[in-house]
């Protein structure tokens, strides 16, 4: 179980998550932005991941090929808000794409988050290289690679099933799939057979486990050992995970509040009170802070310069002197 | 007048109604979205499919070859990159199977740059498919010839792949379409979806002809002495509005607007050059090993002793993506200035 | 059960296909044609199959998407030995391509015989077009589609699973596999995981099926019950076929008898003998007669014309002037 | 002399050795194959894949990413198609990221006509994948070559396609790799396989060196005034017998193979076309959308009044695949008759 400490921990950190995407989201509604996506509905599950990941650099790490909807890993791992905002508004200083690519498509060497890219599931494909690499040199670290329901119709939700799973040549993956029930528009049942996911991952012999995402706890706890079985097994592991998705797809649907989904903030807050671990003006008073710390980044972000035009040509190659050459 | 994006809506109903279409279909392109752009909104025969675009190909080539005559969408174009393989089948299965197998099917996708859709919703797509044999390749630049273009396309009986300009699918064209109602707020009020819910929302088509836009040939948008200007989909407004800032300098342009990339209309190109001796092709595809290039490595063998000035590419620069900041998308794809700078250049060189 | 004379048909249709399929072989080896690639081993199989097929053209019959070991299941539908030995020398009158293609890349339209293309595996995403078409049409034709098992690693696999499971939107479609345990080196065991390839369907709520393919009586009746499933229900079957790989892969691997693996002839000529069907002497009387046709086939091949070259712009497209356009 | 088939082996042997080659791999690339042209056979870390392009490439990718130094192959180009979006990914990532993540892996696969594989295993891909950024492209042309470019490729930083002219990988080179035993015979007895059982079989390495061939450079296999003829791969050795053949007619080619693709010597390119003022680029790759055109793009746009004919591209016919039957693949690709025809034409033309 864990300690009233860790549980206020997860609690802010979710907090910090939700603030800075709803800073992220009015950015955009006031033009400081071109495009929204991220995570709000996931936090319950992607902080006690964040922290269960074994962070750094190279093999003896965890590899991390996440999607568009990891703020809240990314913050838990100790990202900055300001940098997120500085993504969002595409600025030069932007440290994860400088100013190219979406909010939420991170990029962080030192902690072996390989780059977030907007095509579905191709992570997935990505992810059996690190494995293989892991695996072949007895390496501490695994892999872990998540993405969503509609996007394991995916030939490389397969790749990874099959490759991960070869006789005697078990990659250690840890193959999450949050599972949202949507597509942009397109409900699961509509394109799924009724199944579900996690039964494919069986017919691989893949060990599976089903996870409510919208209870911190029981995230915490599922993860704890579905992470042993894949670090000690080195075998891969699927995770399928209930999760809300609280203001739509994207900005391209509107970002705005859905109803009818549980928010894990607000079911998180109805138990911390119930356990008497915190109160309501501790919320308060958390949620304050960060729209502050949001709200001073901004301010901040705004200033800074946009791209140089001459810097397109920058890391088309890594000797950038190829690039000119036409 | 209709919108890009009605027009192609307003062809494919016509495609529903006349032409035999009974799927389209692809990624969000059922209700209650109709497409992530509105084009196939409160189509009868419009469904969502998986997301999976190779099942969306295979699905739409094993539908032509059952005899139907499937309408697909790939989302967007910087999506479609992992159904090349089958693409190619689709163009080559008349071909290996001597010509047994007809696959008379359309493929629709949006491409381009211009909507800040950074580097995985600004791709083009044209000089990979002009690669690829057996497809005819239609990209409009106005709503008219978007409307006349998909019905050509979906009675075509080979497959044919309809690349969408995606910054032009709001712009209104002018010119009516055969049966569009007089004002543009009546069409909008007949079959655009309310907001909120659309569950028992329904069009009102109005009754609809066919233009019977023959695939294949090129239109002068506008004619000129001095200087080819062979370009299409979201670039040619941008070369119209070049040339007619060009006019007031006295450098008289002649834009071509292809609207077939394959088979294009060689007759109209080759007489454009031959009577002004420069050209100039503008598209936003990268640079290298771009379609323009193939347009005018076949003017320079065909045309080369009525060339006056070096035949030149306009196109996007040699990089991976089109980055999401303003001074990024602006450096990447040709604009109007650059436009304007290139066709002066040329129509100066001595 | 079938009668003495169904059986007898069979054993008849096992050994036409083989004793082309070896004429086959010794034109590749004497160089009266570039490349063998054929389905020795699988005739107790695929001639059931060709037995059962609603053969014809259209939706009210069986979509065919066959890959380039179904020789057997052509013949028994009525192909011709000496069209399969025009394809293999690549002459102009090679009904199927027009000297274009490899040897049994069959195209048939009368007989709904997709032509078979030999990129491995993309015929399981095209089957789904002709199975939603039969679904839509309420036809009384069904989808089949047949291929190997190394080629189960492509995405397209998983695309025909899940499309043709999808809820409430289940497609009349036969998936067959045929599992010879070989790539065309690579052993099974090697890339693949051990829970086998039916468990896989199974993850998609799809019936299955496993079947000794070098029997062809069982393979009949598994057929005939596996076929009145998905015609009645409308609804995916998968079919895994255990056959063997007689000649190995190709002529890329040589082409030669490779023993070690049962010969369904032989199992089939015992199980005659014993229930006193056949004997000996019919067997050699078989044999001898397609002999005999396969070598005056293959006498009037050699000498048709090869295509003329100027054909190559035939059927780019439709009509062919705007081939020639470029 | 090796082969160059021999010649890969060779130096990826060298790579597992020296430069921290760890995975080669790909479909029946391990034992006991070792790929389906021999060029895997006996290295120690050659392993067999699944049959799953997209798995082979993405698993490249993800070793790359993790610091590794793959060397995947694609068993033949014709199969590299439903991988394209996955090489665009290699090819941005670094760009993507911002400089953050390099991808320094190798693929190679086979290309081209010339063994009669009809419509499945003569395709070529320079077209397509000079239009994908981020990627240095070689091709060699020659035993040595391919043995020095895939050194280079190994130790570069980005992604490296590595195009093998199938039909040119018996052949045997004309200069000693270093290293290599004087004796061809003895160097096949070293390390090829022997048929059958090879459960038991070592091969003997020689001690072999880096002749650090750099990528981006061009080489001039023959010196001529009259006309520049620009190739590589497997149309370069018949470029070659060309301008000899010509040279008895007094057509006097300056014959350059460019081995790299991209980024391609300019220099050497835009020095001949200037000195001879006529040019040709052959390959065999489909006429539309070419990477020829490109090349010729770029010579009419920077030496256009240096040319004194029109520059010429010899390339395959626009048709879907190359036919089994003889006569189909000779018209299909450019063959020595053709060839000689062009230049021929080119060098005549006032
Ligand atoms: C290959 C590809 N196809 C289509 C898209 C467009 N697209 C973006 S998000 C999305 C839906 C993804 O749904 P899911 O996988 O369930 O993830 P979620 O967004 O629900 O977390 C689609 C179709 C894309 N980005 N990539
Ligand atoms: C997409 C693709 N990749 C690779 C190949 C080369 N290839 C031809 S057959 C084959 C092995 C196929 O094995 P399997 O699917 O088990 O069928 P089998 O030949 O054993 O019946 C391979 C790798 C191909 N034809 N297509
Ligand atoms: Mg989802
Ligand atoms: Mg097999």
């Not at chain 1, 890993?73 to 794409?97: E, F």
């Not at chain 1, 997935?124 to 390496?139: D, E, L, M, P």
């Not at chain 1, 699961?188 to 996870?211: C, D, L, M, W, Y």
């Not at chain 2, 006295?250 to 050209?279: A, M």
């Amino acid at each position: 179980m864990l300690s009233s400490k860790e549980q206020k921990k997860i609690y802010e950190l979710m907090v910090k998550t939700r603030v800075l995407e709803e800073r992220l989201i009015k950015m955009n509604k006031s033009g400081q932005g071109f495009f929204w996506i991220g995570g709000p509905g996931e936090e319950a599950f992607n902080v006690p991941l964040g922290l269960l990941i074994n962070k750094g650099e190279g093999l003896n790490h965890d590899f991390l090929h996440f999607h568009y909807r990891q703020s809240a890993t990314l913050l838990t791992m100790g990202a900055k808000m300001i940098d997120v905002i500085r993504q969002m508004h595409n600025v030069a200083a932007d440290p994860y794409s400088g100013g190219r690519n979406f909010v939420n498509h991170f990029a962080v060497k030192e902690w072996n988050v390989v780059n977030v890219t907007s095509p579905i599931e191709v992570q997935y494909a990505f992810c059996i290289g690190t494995g293989v690499a892991q695996a072949r040199n007895k390496a501490k670290g695994i892999t872990i690679v998540t993405g969503g329901d509609a996007g394991t119709a995916e030939g490389e939700f397969q790749s990874c099933l099959l490759w991960s799973s070869r006789k005697n040549r078990e990659l250690p993956i840890l193959i999450i799939v949050t599972n949202n029930r949507w597509g942009i528009s397109t409900p699961q049942n509509e394109v799924h057979p009724k199944s579900g996911i996690a039964a494919r991952a069986k017919g691989f012999g893949i060990k599976t486990a089903a996870v409510n995402g919208n209870n911190p706890l029981t995230s915490y706890e599922a993860l704890q050992k579905a992470m042993h079985y894949v670090r000690k097994e080195r075998k891969p592991f699927l995770m399928e995970v209930f999760v809300s998705r609280l203001y739509g797809h994207s900005s391209a649907s509107g970002a705005n509040w859905v109803g009818g989904e549980a928010d894990c903030i607000r079911e998180f807050e109805k138990q911390l009170k119930k356990k008497k671990i915190m109160k309501d003006s501790d919320f308060q008073k958390i949620r304050q802070k960060y729209e502050e710390e949001a709200k001073k980044a901004l301010i901040e972000v705004l200033e800074e310069p946009k791209p140089d035009p001459a810097s397109i040509f920058n890391h088309v190659f890594v000797d950038r002197k190829d690039a000119e050459l036409v | 007048m209709a919108t890009m994006a009605q027009a192609i809506r307003l062809a494919l109903h016509y495609g529903e109604e006349n032409l035999g279409v009974k799927d389209i279909f692809g990624e969000d392109v059922g209700p209650p979205l109709g497409g992530v752009f509105t084009c196939t909104q409160g189509l009868k025969n419009a469904w969502n499919s998986p997301l999976d675009e190779r099942g969306i190909i295979g699905c739409a080539m094993g539908l032509a070859i059952a005899g139907q005559r499937p309408v697909a969408e790939i989302q967007f174009s910087d999506y479609i990159f992992n159904t090349i393989d089958l693409l190619k089948m689709c163009g080559n299965t008349l071909w290996c199977s001597n010509g047994i197998w007809q696959v008379p099917m359309v493929v629709m996708t949006p491409v381009g740059a211009g909507i800040h859709g950074s580097i995985y919703h600004s791709h083009s797509f044209e000089s990979i498919m002009t690669h690829i044999q057996g497809w005819k390749i239609v990209m409009p630049s106005c709503a008219y010839d978007a409307y006349g273009l998909m019905l050509s396309a979906i009675q075509d009986p080979n497959p044919v792949m309809y690349l969408i300009p995606k910054a032009l699918l709001r712009s209104q064209g002018e010119e009516k379409i055969p049966g569009e109602p007089e004002n543009p707020k009546e069409l909008s009020k007949m079959i655009d979806a309310p907001l909120g819910d659309r569950s028992q929302w329904k069009p009102k088509w109005p009754d609809l002809g066919d233009p019977k836009m023959p695939l294949g040939k090129a239109k002068i948008r506008l004619e000129g002495e001095h200087i080819s200007v062979i370009s299409y989909g979201r670039m040619l407004p941008l070369c119209m509005e070049a040339a007619r800032q060009l006019a007031d300098e006295g450098v008289d342009c002649e834009v071509i607007d292809l609207r077939t990339l394959f088979p294009y209309d060689q007759k109209t190109i080759f007489d454009s050059v031959k009577k002004t001796g420069r050209v100039v092709v503008v598209n936003e595809d990268t640079e290298v090993t771009n379609y323009g290039e193939h347009i005018l490595r076949r003017i320079t063998e065909d045309c080369f002793y009525y060339l006056e000035a070096p035949p030149t590419l306009l196109a996007g620069a040699n990089v991976p993506g089109i980055g999401l900041s303003e001074p990024l998308e602006q450096a990447s794809v040709p604009q109007l200035s650059s436009i304007i700078n290139t066709l002066r250049k040329v129509a100066e060189t001595a």
